[in-house]
Structure formats: structure tokens, C-alpha cells
């Protein structure tokens, strides 16, 4: 497998030269998966960012084809369950707000609904925001916030508690 031990060693050329190589068929892979907010141009090239900045995790006694797919179908799940987060918040914010009359304009009531969570979030105290949109917006897990933010575990769930709370209070109460 000298094509990895290459990559290893650092050598440019020889991911130029995968990249080339199989872009066309990364990209009608990741083409299959119709994700919302990331074009099969972007997962090719965030596959081929992972294999470089991981290629001393790459293992030579492995096909590298098969380690680009496996890369590439972690980097599409990963972009599916954020994006499955950002829509289940999204649901989130229309269910647990005010019922709708079928005579109601309900994008107007919805979009008004988003103003006031939106304007809710800018209120809340900066490191509950934070920790409220690195988990429901951008997917991150306790354990990678925490890592980020250097708190603990319980700090994230009690912030993530407290920002779900003054939403769901937000969202309920009729407007004036």
C-alpha cells in the first residue's frame, strides 16, 4: 500500500492525484444522499480534508478505497443527523407553539412564531445560548461541547434544560 504510506509521509502529490482519481465517483456517491444544506462537491472535498488531516490514523493493511468510502458515508451521516436535529428543532418551534386556526395565516403565524423564538434566543445569557445552538444547530454532543468549552457534562444538560424551558415558555404564551 504505498499510496498510503505516501499520504503518511506527507506527500501532496499523491492525494492530488486520489482526489483526481475519484472525485467523479465520490461525488455520484454522495450525490445519492440529497442532503438539504451540503452539495456532493462539499462532502468530496471535506472526505479528502478527513484523509489528510487523518492520514496517520489510515491503515496500510486496508484498501484505501475502502477507507475513503467508509470516511466519506461518516461524513454524510454526520451532515444527515445535524440536519435532522436542525429540522427537529424547527418542528420543535411550530409544535409547542400557540395552536393555529384554520382561518389563521399560518406562515405569517409561524414566521412570527420564529421572530420571537429568535429574539428569545438573543436574550438568553450568552453561554446558554451557545451551548443551546452547538447542540441543536450544529449537531455537536455533550461530550464535544464539553470538550470545547471545557465544562462539565451536567453544566451542558442543566444550560440545554433551561434553554428548552424559556422556548417552550416563549412559544406558548399568547403575543400581545
Known amino acids: 500500500m504505498d499510496i498510503i504510506k505516501n499520504l503518511k509521509k ?3 502529490a499523491t492525494l492530488e492525484c486520489l482526489y483526481k482519481m475519484h472525485y467523479s ?9 440529497r442532503l438539504s444544506h451540503v452539495s456532493p462537491d462539499d462532502i468530496v472535498q471535506q472526505t479528502f480534508l478527513k484523509i489528510w488531516e487523518q492520514r496517520f490514523l489510515l491503515k496500510e493493511d486496508v484498501p484505501f478505497e475502502k477507507q475513503l468510502y467508509t470516511i466519506s458515508k461518516n461524513t454524510i451521516l454526520n451532515h444527515l443527523k445535524k440536519e ?3 429540522i ?11 395552536v393555529i386556526n384554520d382561518e ?3 406562515d405569517d ?35 464535544e461541547i464539553s470538550e470545547i468549552l471545557k465544562i462539565s ?7 440545554l434544560r433551561l434553554a428548552t424551558l424559556d422556548l417552550k ?8
Do not use: Q, W
Request: one cysteine or more; aromatic letters at 8%; hydrophobic letters at 30%.
Open 84 to 86: 435532522n436535529k436542525i
Open 153 to 159: 457534562k451536567n453544566t451542558i444538560a442543566n444550560h
Open 104 to 106: 389563521d395565516n399560518s
Open 88 to 98: 427537529r428543532f424547527d418542528d420543535m418551534l411550530i409544535v409547542d407553539g400557540p
Open 109 to 143: 403565524k409561524n414566521s412570527e412564531r420564529l421572530k420571537i423564538v429568535y429574539k428569545k434566543l438573543n436574550e438568553m445569557p450568552k453561554r446558554r445560548r451557545e451551548i443551546f445552538e452547538m447542540h441543536k444547530l450544529h449537531g455537536l454532543s455533550y461530550h
Open 10 to 12: 506527507g506527500n501532496k
Open 25 to 33: 465517483k465520490l461525488y455520484g456517491f454522495a450525490g445519492k444522499f
Open 169 to 176: 415558555k416563549e412559544c406558548r404564551e399568547p403575543s400581545s
